[in-house]
Nanobody, 120 residues
């Protein structure tokens, strides 16, 4: 069994910053791609940022230049540094990871989410 646990959400003012963290634990052979998604009230879940095991990244257009995704392969963690926050960033943020649990088996796992609210 593999678990993803997010942390770091909360309330931030417009223009402020927050850092989200996600840690994978359990029966892990190797963590491959990791991503952050978000779901705003009344909207569908959307990809925010993605990072490969080798460190290649891509971002959704609304967060380019403001958010940075990074990871620590030794610790099986992924972070999302969010700068210049705006009200539209308000959402529940979810961590997702493709995890090999054996040499031949890879599954996609999700955390339970952490809420981010941007408001003055």
């Amino acid at each position: 069994q593999v678990h993803l646990v997010e942390s770091g959400g909360g309330l931030a003012q417009p223009g402020g910053s927050l850092r989200l963290s996600c840690a994978a634990s359990g029966d892990i052979y190797r963590v491959n791609d990791m991503s952050w998604y978000r779901q705003a009230p009344g909207k569908e879940r959307e990809l925010v940022a993605h990072i490969t095991r080798g460190g290649d990244t891509n971002y959704a257009d609304p967060v380019k230049g403001r958010f940075t995704i990074s990871r620590d392969n030794a610790k099986n963690t992924v972070d999302l540094k969010m700068n210049t926050l705006i009200a539209e960033d308000t959402a529940v943020y979810y961590c997702s990871a493709d995890v090999k649990v054996g040499r031949n088996y890879e599954y996609n796992y999700w955390g339970e989410g952490t809420k981010v609210t941007v408001s003055s």
